[in-house]
RNA sequence: GUCGGCAUAGCUCAGCUGGUUAGAGUAUCACCUUGACAUGGUGGGGGUCCUUGGUUCGAGUCCAAGUGUCGACACCA
């Protein structure tokens, strides 16, 4: 077989996946070995694959590959998620293109036009994720609108609505103006924002009495207009939503004020000024401008006093026809002086911005406004559109979160489902304790639609479908002839995590048909693999839903990825250009490359900064896989007799294997990923190719490769094999395709199947494991005296012993292994080291190199002096720490005695140092 | 503002319940066009473990304060 001397993995990487789908060896089936599970966290369905997937779905596809290798039934279901706002938003803008509104069009034109995008873009990301390997179970492909996990949805929807956990109610909600929709609080992001704060002048209504004005402690503004209070906001534009002022009653500035009117500039309503603790003195003025309809806190003032809440905005945030309404009224009811008002008619219909710019400079041009400052804000802006969010008041559909949060706190605090890294525990409690209801319902279409229907008397009933609800209907209102056309279905849908968070028990149809086969088996799955930025939004209420659905946990461990950064700590974006398109990595570097290089710098929940030298790592590293095959599979096989190195070599490899699998296992429990990828790559990199394949390769004689003998030969395959097992999880395809290589195998048969078992590692192991390194210690010693004497590794030397009761025995085949190693052509056993030798030791046993000629005495002189003062400094040290009784009396016997073998042998060592240098 | 994480070689990070004058990968330097692999081999250099105190016989490791940095949450109109 004729192999090139590059791996290409482009020839490979199709064909085994081709050939894992064709034998359905993703396929799971419940059945007596202990499932291992894993959901996908739901990518959108339009979505197409980033470097943030590529960590994820890399870290997945690595531990169901390892559960499966273990002989686990490992099931990994792979999906899609409609995501309600996003994709409606997606299929608008697409309208939009075209010309379309989406006002012009009903509901089912809209979801017509919207399920094609789907249909067109969906599942994209699905074919991606095949390129990068993942072994995901494809006949279990679900989406979060698909008839199973819609009724799933509507099922548990009016199952919490009859357990009195849904409610319906007007609350504060946020307003996305752009969307047009309410979002949760989860969906509001905070953006610092160099924004203007505006001081504008409430005059006052009524007379201030000279005494209340002159009492110590007030701060009044009086200008020939008359006596004002100044209120200090950030949005000029809601006064005209203003019905009271509100100040500290502790606050000695504003005593002045306490019972009086003041007048609401341009606006012209007046408007009571009331005291409540909740404005801070030191802020502003002390004087807070009450909106009810437009701030939360606002709101909860106008809840206690009893307020008039005035919308000035309409939906998309412009200013509503009502400020011009509210106006007359206002004027109507009360003289106020005519400077002080400006007709509200010009700004209805403005947007938002631009009338608090146009409101400034109107107030400034009449005098109204005492100062505009400059003010660093956070301004919450909608997750997905990126604009402002408005506070509004609405009726909206509610879940109360309290019962959930007392039942999904615990077991994360007891690590019934654990958390890696566990700092995020931290996250969770506190969002868990300071948990509000969930306001679950969006003014779009693109989703699972609120399976509530009015009555035409009023009132709704909540339902599985139209039949039930005609039923409920007639037995509410009492009219047997009510008909479905007299119903009206609300037109809201439901929020997409009111979907997701059913996923590991919809998926198994857990809700529709509960304790079936497949949830019984399947559920909890095993880990779950996500973003920290998903924690509330969608692993906090998995949990939630987990208990109360199945009365287990969804997972028994979260491992959550940091976020893939570029090489300077960006966060990889569109904008900056910045994020490279994974599937042009694999192109270039190869899949198992670019798994490597993504894994090769995640340590669990900390960032990583992505570098494609890291890919180059991995496609170097799967050449050089490649290449010890070539080298493997070129041998010509003879039955001779196994040299003694060679037996000491598959002995040694035999146990490093065992240790190395027993420190894959507590890697792979701990979730140490990265670690335990560089483990195998060490392993195999400098053990087996660089110190083990050496060992063993038969040598050139005349210019040919001698044959191999047999043992070896088997030996060396199996130990490939192995060496293959291990790395399969994180390198798919390269392990495929030399497993197959390998052996003859049969049509069907696969790494993936090929369980690992490795028997336990023995004292006798880790034994023969030091031994070897000791033989390579001076292997690399003799080598280094080449390198310092530029002696080519072609030209025999000669290695000395200089024997003594600590030198330690090589092991059976040591002396033949060293001589192959070191290129030494004797190692002679000597009382005394020879003149003229180059010397070192390892531990306390000496050794020399005879240089004749080479031997550069000043320079041997130089070296063994600097390593004299180095040992004599390390002595000091020990004997300083010797000398502390303290220390002798205090410390662990053994540590004393360590720390006296340590002394002992840096003492002989400088014996043996002054020794050389004195031969010298 | 509250809470939390992190700070170790040029870079990215290990370093477990304190106990060899600190390790890996990568980068860098020197040498090597050897017969699996130059996408390679061999060897070398490189660290006041953020600062200051404390506990201890002993601190990279534990405690406190500070500095820097990142994040979560809460926000002041």
Not at 369 to 385: A, F, L, P, Q, V
Not at 452 to 480: C, D, H, I, M
Not at 886 to 914: C, G, H, S, T, W
């Amino acid at each position: 077989m004729e192999l090139a001397s590059k791996y290409n993995p482009s020839d490979v990487e199709g064909k085994w996946y081709q050939y894992w789908l064709d034998n359905k060896l993703f396929s799971s089936k419940p059945d007596g070995r202990e499932p291992y599970t894993v959901v996908i966290p739901p990518p959108n369905v339009t979505g197409v694959l980033h470097m943030g997937h590529v960590l994820n779905e890399t870290i997945q596809d690595i531990l169901v590959r390892h559960a499966r290798m273990e002989g686990k039934n490992a099931c990994w279901v792979p999906g899609t998620d409609h995501a309600s706002i996003a994709t409606e938003a997606k299929v608008v803008n697409r309208l939009a293109e075209q010309g379309i509104k989406k006002s012009d069009l009903t509901r089912e034109e809209f979801l017509k036009h919207a399920w094609a995008w789907t249909e067109e873009h969906g599942g994209i990301i699905l074919k991606q994720l095949r390129r990068l390997g993942c072994s995901c179970d494809w006949d279990r492909t679900a989406f979060t609108m698909d008839a199973t996990r819609s009724e799933s949805v509507i099922k548990v929807f009016v199952d919490l609505y009859r357990k009195g956990l849904i409610y319906r109610g007007v609350r504060m909600v946020n307003w996305d103006p752009k969307a047009l929709t309410a979002l949760s609080d989860e969906e509001v992001v905070y953006k610092e924002e160099h924004t203007k704060l505006y001081y504008m002048k409430y005059y006052l209504a009524d007379t201030v009495p000279a005494d209340a004005v002159a009492a110590e402690g007030n701060v009044v503004h009086k200008d020939e207009r008359g006596y004002y209070a100044v209120v200090a906001t950030t949005r000029p534009e809601t006064i005209m939503g203003d019905v009271a002022m509100c100040i500290n009653p502790d606050d000695p500035k504003n005593q002045w004020l306490k019972g009086h009117k003041v007048i609401v500039p341009v606006v012209g309503r007046v408007i009571p000024v009331i005291e409540d603790d909740y404005v801070d003195i030191e802020f502003g003025t002390g004087c807070l401008k009450v909106t009810p309809a437009h701030d939360v806190n606002d709101y909860m003032l106008g809840e206690k006093y009893n307020l008039e809440a005035i919308d000035i905005f309409n939906d998309d945030a412009t200013l509503s026809q009502r400020i011009a309404q509210a106006q007359q009224k206002a004027l109507a009811e009360a003289e106020v002086p005519q400077q002080l008002v400006i007709a509200l008619d010009r700004y209805v219909g403005m947007e938002r911005f631009d009338c608090r710019r146009r409101i400034a400079e109107d107030m400034t041009a009449a005098g109204l406004m005492e100062k505009i400052e400059d003010y660093d804000n956070k301004i919450g802006c909608s997750e997905r559109t990126g604009v402002p969010i408005e506070p509004k008041l609405s009726m909206q559909w509610f879940l109360k979160m309290q019962h959930m949060a007392d039942i999904a706190l615990p077991p994360v605090m007891n690590d019934d489902i654990q958390f890696y890294p566990t700092k995020y525990k931290n996250t969770y409690r506190h969002w868990l304790e300071n948990i509000k209801d969930w306001c679950i319902s969006r003014q779009l279409w693109w989703g699972h639609r609120i399976p509530a229907w009015y009555l035409p008397t009023g009132g709704f009933v909540v339902a599985e479908n139209e039949a039930e609800a005609l039923t409920l209907a007639r037995q509410k209102s009492g009219n047997a002839d009510l008909q479905p056309a007299d119903l009206r279905q609300d037109e809201d849908a439901l929020d997409t995590w009111f979907s997701s968070w059913l996923w590991p028990i919809s998926l198994f149809d857990g809700i529709r048909n509960p304790g079936n086969e497949e949830i019984s088996y399947y559920y909890p799955t095993a880990d779950l693999v996500t973003g920290p930025d998903i924690i509330f939004f969608w692993v906090a209420r998995m949990i939630m839903a987990g208990y109360e659905y199945q009365q287990l946990p969804p997972f028994r461990h979260v491992y959550f990825t940091g976020i893939v950064r570029d090489k300077l700590g960006r966060k990889m974006s569109k904008s900056l250009g910045n994020s490279p398109d994974p599937l042009d990595l694999i192109d270039r570097f190869g899949a198992d490359g670019v798994r490597m290089g993504m894994m090769l710098s995640a340590p669990a929940g900390n960032d990583i900064l992505f570098d494609e030298s890291l890919c180059e790592q991995g496609r170097n590293f799967n050449n050089k896989i490649w290449n010890a095959f070539r080298l493997v599979k070129g041998w010509e096989v003879a039955d001779t007799a196994q040299p003694e190195a060679a037996q000491l070599a598959t002995a040694w490899f035999a146990a490093k294997l065992r240790l190395a699998d027993e420190e894959l296992a507590d890697d792979f429990a701990k979730y140490r990923l990265s670690e335990a990828l560089m483990t195998i790559y060490r392993l195999f990199w400098d053990e087996f190719s660089g110190w083990y394949l050496e060992m063993v390769k038969p040598a050139y004689i005349d210019g040919k490769p001698q044959h191999i003998d047999r043992a070896t030969y088997d030996a060396t395959l199996a130990f490939f094999e192995v060496l293959l097992k291990m790395l399969h999880p994180f390198m798919p395809f390269i392990t495929e395709e030399l497993w197959q290589a390998l052996y003859d195998r049969q049509p069907g048969q696969s790494i993936m199947r090929d369980e690992l078992h490795m028997p336990h590692a023995t004292d006798d192991d880790r034994k023969l494991c030091a031994d070897i390194e000791g033989i390579k210690e001076i292997v690399t010693a003799v080598r280094a005296i080449r390198s310092q004497k530029n002696i080519a590794p072609k030209q025999q030397l000669t290695l000395e012993v200089v024997a003594d009761a600590d030198t330690p025995q090589l092991p059976r085949g040591g002396v033949e292994a060293l001589m192959k190693m070191a290129n030494l052509d004797a190692v002679n056993t000597v009382a005394e080291k020879s003149a003229g030798s180059a010397s070192f030791l390892i531990g306390t046993a000496e050794y020399d190199v005879p240089l004749g000629d080479l031997i550069d005495l000043d320079a041997e002189r130089k070296k063994l002096q600097a390593e004299l003062e180095r040992v004599e400094g390390f002595l000091a040290s020990v004997t300083k720490k010797l000398q502390n009784e303290r220390f002798v009396q205090n410390a662990p016997a053994a540590v004393v005695e360590m720390e006296r073998k340590k002394q002992a042998d840096a003492e002989q060592k400088i014996a043996a140092l002054r020794d050389s240098i004195a031969a010298l």
